[in-house]
């Protein structure tokens, strides 16, 4: 089983980046895939971007294609998401999420383990 701890998420005007950080612990995240959801107001949790187990692949919703990256540090047992060029519309709490797939999907109850969430808000 693993536990996942999301950081990072601040006040940011539009135009700017954050990163944000997942670190995991009782299991190494190398064992997961990892993705990045995230749940504006009264809206729906939606995937953001995905990474397989073993790092080879990501996807990303077309939403954020070209402006947030992720990536993971096995050392440190951490995913991490960059975002550049942040948008007032890219304003909720992200999630971080993992499954024993191979592969990630875009389906909520695919994830068997989340963290917190951290939030993110953008100012216009």
């Known amino acids: 089983q693993v536990q996942l701890v999301e950081s990072g998420g601040d006040l940011v005007q539009a135009g700017g980046s954050l990163r944000l950080s997942c670190a995991a612990s009782?299991?190494?995240?190398?064992?997961?895939?990892m993705a990045w959801f995230r749940q504006a107001p009264d809206k729906e949790r939606a995937f953001v971007v995905g990474?397989?187990?073993?790092?080879?692949?990501?996807y990303y919703a077309d939403s954020v294609k070209g402006r947030f990256t992720i990536s993971r540090d096995n050392a440190k047992n951490t995913v991490y998401l960059q975002m550049n060029s942040l948008k007032p519309e890219d304003t909720a709490v992200y999630y971080c999420?993992?499954?024993?797939?191979?592969?990630?999907?875009?389906?909520?109850?695919?994830?068997?383990?989340w963290g917190q969430g951290t939030q993110v808000t953008v100012s216009s």
């Open positions: 009782g299991r190494t995240a190398s064992n997961y895939a």
């Open positions: 999420a993992a499954t024993r797939m191979v592969l990630p999907t875009t389906t909520r109850a695919d994830y068997g383990y």
């Open positions: 990474m397989s187990r073993d790092s080879g692949d990501t």
